[in-house]
């Protein structure tokens, strides 16, 4: 059960508290954890964004994007207090770079480099080879509360196509993929380009259908932002590329009301199957 206290709008949840010389506490919250009671990788990557762009503003910078975020999950993260640490690798007029880590009780827990940038809703596409992937109306959708174990869930409404959902109940398939949309259900607020960083990890893991465990841990997450979304809901699509040696590799791609790209994803996993891989 979530406790009162604990803070359902991202923007709280994710927020950081300058401490000086690049320093930033943080406070990781109950309401956007997953299996096994971690904090999702994409909630994380929210974090150190946060401190990215505080930390590189006072050095000068202007941009308010994280348009890049790579994070290599070198332990497990709690809930509860962390500590960041900012390293502006540069201040430029297109791109800023920061490094960041992040601690809980002095042991280093997470590693980013992070890439800001400015975004514009008026952006001119001039060339687009991502399709929007074919997902049943969301009527037709099935609406996915994570359990008991995923509270993510309350704070994304997350509906899944008929056609990658019945692994829920026991369904196993030949295909690692999973389409559905994504609404931020943390209190009012719409996607923008930093909340996109938690939708890029916030579809269930593709190797559900081809009955893996629950135990998919993030090892390297990589996302990208590449437009600012417009509308309620993401049409999402996440998919396994390859399995081998107890590793996935997975895909995801995100589009606005647009039917527009405005977000990707790509990371590295351990999973488990029954009986091995």
């Given at each position: 059960?979530?406790?009162?206290?604990?803070?359902?709008?991202?923007?709280?949840?994710?927020?950081?508290?300058p401490q000086g010389d690049g320093c930033f506490d943080a406070n990781l919250s109950l309401f956007y954890t997953v299996?096994?009671?971690?904090?999702?990788?994409?909630y994380i990557?929210?974090?150190?964004?946060?401190?990215?762009?505080?930390?590189?503003?006072?050095?000068g910078s202007s941009h308010l994007h994280a348009t890049a975020v790579s994070t290599n999950f070198v332990g497990a993260t709690n809930v509860g207090p962390a500590q960041l640490t900012t390293e502006v690798r540069r201040v430029?007029?297109?791109?800023?770079?920061?490094?960041?880590?992040?601690?809980q009780e002095g042991v280093l827990a997470v590693e980013s480099l992070v890439t800001l940038g400015s975004l514009h809703v008026d952006s001119l596409v001039r060339y687009a080879d991502a399709a929007p992937p074919p997902v049943a109306p969301l009527i037709s959708c099935r609406r996915s509360t994570g359990g008991d174990e995923v509270n993510l869930m309350n704070a994304i409404d997350l509906r899944l196509d008929p056609s990658c959902?019945?692994?829920?109940?026991?369904?196993?398939?030949?295909?690692?993929?999973?389409?559905?949309?994504?609404?931020?259900?943390d209190g009012g607020a719409l996607w923008d380009p930093w909340s996109l960083l938690l939708a890029s990890d916030a579809m269930p893991p593709a190797t559900f259908p081809l009955a893996s465990s629950g135990w998919v841990p993030t090892l390297q997450l990589t996302s990208y932002v590449r437009q600012v979304p417009v509308g309620e809901w993401l049409r999402a699509r996440q998919w396994c590329v390859v399995i081998a040696d107890g590793l996935v590799?997975?895909?995801c791609e995100l589009f606005d009301e647009?039917?527009?790209?405005?977000?990707?994803?790509?990371?590295?996993?351990?999973v488990r199957f029954p009986g091995g891989v």
């Open positions: 059960m979530i406790d009162d206290d604990q803070p359902r709008a991202l923007r709280e949840a994710a927020a950081v508290e299996i096994g009671g971690h904090p999702n990788g994409g990557q929210t974090v150190v964004a946060n401190a990215a762009v505080a930390a590189a503003s006072q050095e430029g007029r297109g791109v800023s770079f920061v490094h960041v880590t992040l601690r959902a019945d692994w829920a109940t026991g369904a196993r398939s030949q295909v690692g993929e999973m389409t559905g949309w994504l609404r931020l259900d590799d997975e895909r647009r039917n527009q790209l405005v977000a990707s994803a790509s990371q590295l996993a351990m």
